[in-house]
């Protein structure tokens, strides 16, 4: 299984809703990432989870809560987002943090 | 600070040869990635340099000059399923992946 699924695919929610993005792999992968990548534009780095613990959060703010419950999970819990959080969020695994990523084919957030 | 600049968009025909240049300014080095992302899909890994020279694999070929802060993509024998965006992606010395604004290359038949 060389692959990184994420879910849902698109998600439209209000500014008042709570929501969570999922994110699995297996393949053993020990570093997994958050990227927000808003149309013709780079994906810009949110979160890194090494070994299940946050290394890295890119000055996010705290409506954006990641979540890593096991090696192959990854969450970014949602709450209270801006219409101009609506973008393509994409979950990449690597083998260790800074290797060669792996990435999902993103869920894409419409906030209304 | 970092920077790493690419081109915004190249045009090149079906069958020919073209060359993605990007150059990197940021807070050390520990390798160069190149991506190739479809519209509406997630990036997918071309490849990976870490030192100087040329890594070739099937129709891509990637080079690095670490002392010029330089890294170019060459792409073989164009097809028609090339069309896509290039991103150039550079791993600092924290190991922190940062990409580039990213290459459009449009094929023409």
């Known amino acids: 299984d060389t692959e990184v699924t994420q879910t849902p695919k698109h998600l439209v929610m209000g500014m008042t809703n709570k929501k969570s993005l999922k994110c699995e792999q297996h393949?053993?992968?020990?570093?997994m990432y958050w990227y927000k990548q808003k149309a013709k534009k780079p994906p810009e780095l949110m979160f890194v989870?090494?070994?299940?613990?946050?290394?890295i959060n890119e000055s996010v703010p705290s409506r954006f809560s990641p979540e890593c419950p096991n090696s192959s999970l990854l969450n970014l819990h949602l709450h209270a987002l801006q219409p101009e959080d609506s973008a393509l969020y994409l979950c990449?695994?690597?083998?260790?943090?800074?290797?060669?990523?792996?990435f999902g084919q993103g869920t894409r957030l419409t906030v209304v | 600070g970092q920077n790493i600049d690419q081109p915004t968009e190249m045009t090149a025909t079906e069958g020919a040869i073209v060359q993605i240049n990007c150059t990197y300014q940021?807070?050390?080095?520990?390798?160069l990635f190149w991506y190739q992302q479809h519209a509406g899909e997630a990036p997918t890994f071309l490849s990976y340099?870490?030192?100087?020279g040329l890594e070739e694999k099937g129709r891509f070929s990637s080079f690095l000059s670490r002392s010029k802060g330089y890294s170019y993509l060459l792409l073989k024998e164009l097809q028609m399923k090339d069309s896509a965006s290039y991103l150039c992606?550079?791993?600092?010395?924290?190991?922190?992946?940062?990409f580039g604004k990213g290459t459009r290359l449009h094929i023409l038949p």
């Open positions: 992606a550079v791993k600092d010395r924290d190991d922190k992946i940062i």
């Open positions: 940021t807070s050390g080095f520990n390798g």
């Open positions: 340099n870490v030192l100087d």
């Open positions: 990449a695994s690597s083998q260790q943090w800074g290797a060669e990523a792996f």
């Open positions: 393949m053993g992968h020990r570093a």
């Open positions: 989870y090494s070994y299940e613990k946050l290394s």
